[in-house]
């Protein structure tokens, strides 16, 4: 058995709940912020045998997809000497980030 905290962008949240209930996935959504851009973001916390775990992951890649974004960095990029660049930059966001552990045991009252 393992628990797996799935960090996701919101816009893929409800797409991605739905397509575990619908598959037997037990999912907990939590709100969280994080990242370098501090956006809302998505935590699952879900239970799951590990002869399932491959169809998680598939159902994870398939529904959340990286996305671009404009940003307007305040940040000194390069050398010292050349300060701070203003034009926005375009950066990947999205995508999943999945944090698998190990569960010594699981009890459902």
Do not use: H, W
């Not at 045998?49 to 998680?56: I, Q, S, T, V």
């Not at 598939?58 to 050349?82: D, H, I, K, W, Y």
């Amino acid at each position: 058995m393992k628990l797996v905290l799935a960090v996701i962008q919101d816009a893929d949240a409800t797409a991605l709940v739905r397509v575990l209930s619908e598959n037997a996935f037990e999912v907990t959504k939590l709100a969280s912020t994080g990242g370098f851009l501090r956006e809302g973001n998505t935590t699952l916390m879900i239970g799951v045998d590990d002869a399932r775990m491959d169809d998680l992951k598939r159902f994870v890649r398939q529904t959340c997809r990286t996305r671009s974004r404009l940003v307007a960095p305040s940040v000194p990029m390069g050398e010292q000497n050349e300060g701070l660049v203003s034009d926005p930059v375009e950066v990947p966001v999205g995508g999943a980030v999945m944090f698998v552990m190990g569960v010594q045991e699981f009890v459902k009252v």
